[in-house]
């Protein structure tokens, strides 16, 4: 019954790997997002995306990427991790990408830590 | 450069009584806010919102409130109850960010003791 899903919950690995998190929402919404929050506690956009259009946030290093394999779904593809990529990381989506008064309902988050 | 900030990192308040959490924003052009809450091990879940073209919005026991010429909204709950224990974070719509992004507030823990 959960909304929007997230795996794994907790993540570890070495600096320079490459890894991935899977998201999954169950609410047919139309458009999901991925956050980065932070050590200093913010919660960041990284990307948005429907099936007609990415955004990607400009802070965002291009190691980063998003992969929707079905509209249901947006994962997260991390290439040559760095020690600063440890953070809390949230998949969130709502109905509407253009309606900007709409909620977007957040996982539980993967907390990822690189050693 | 935080667009929305919560500068009260903590607060505690007895049951029953009012809590009051507190933002600011710098960018004029945010015109939908929100507040979110948040658990432990838990992603933030939606709580309430707020347009530009409003100064409040109630909704059961928590209320917003819009100051748009201070650049300044509050949340209150009353009464508040134990289990409103959780970091709130207040969030905004920047209109000119495509993606429909929200911009986040660093949260505010809120303890409520019984």
């Known amino acids: 019954d959960t909304a929007v899903s997230q795996t794994p919950k907790y993540l570890v690995t070495q600096m320079g790997n490459d890894k991935s998190i899977k998201c999954e929402q169950n609410l047919g919404h139309d458009t999901m997002y991925w956050y980065k929050q932070d050590s200093k506690k913010f919660l960041k956009i990284m990307f948005s995306y429907n099936n007609k259009e990415l955004i990607i946030n400009e802070t965002v290093p291009n190691r980063f990427s998003p992969k929707s394999p079905d509209k249901a779904h947006l994962n997260l593809h991390i290439n040559s991790l760095e020690l600063g990529d440890s953070a809390v990381y949230f998949c969130a989506s709502s109905q509407e990408q253009r309606s900007y008064t709409d909620t977007q309902y957040f996982g539980p988050g993967t907390r990822l830590t690189v050693l | 450069d935080q667009q929305v900030k919560q500068n009260s990192p903590s607060l505690s308040v007895q049951e029953g009584r009012i809590s009051i959490l507190n933002c600011d924003y710098t960018n004029s052009m945010f015109d939908y806010f929100l507040w979110y809450k948040k658990y432990p091990a838990e992603g933030p879940t939606f709580l309430i919102s707020?347009?530009?073209?409003?100064d409040k919005n109630e909704d059961g026991r928590f209320t917003v409130f819009l100051n748009k010429s201070a650049k300044h909204l509050s949340l209150h709950i009353v009464p508040s109850q134990p289990g409103d224990s959780a970091v709130y974070f207040c969030?905004?719509?920047?209109?000119?960010?495509?993606?429909?992004?929200?911009?986040f507030g660093k949260g505010t823990t809120l303890s409520v003791s019984s």
């Open positions: 707020i347009s530009s073209i409003k």
């Open positions: 969030a905004a719509s920047d209109i000119n960010q495509a993606g429909t992004a929200l911009i």
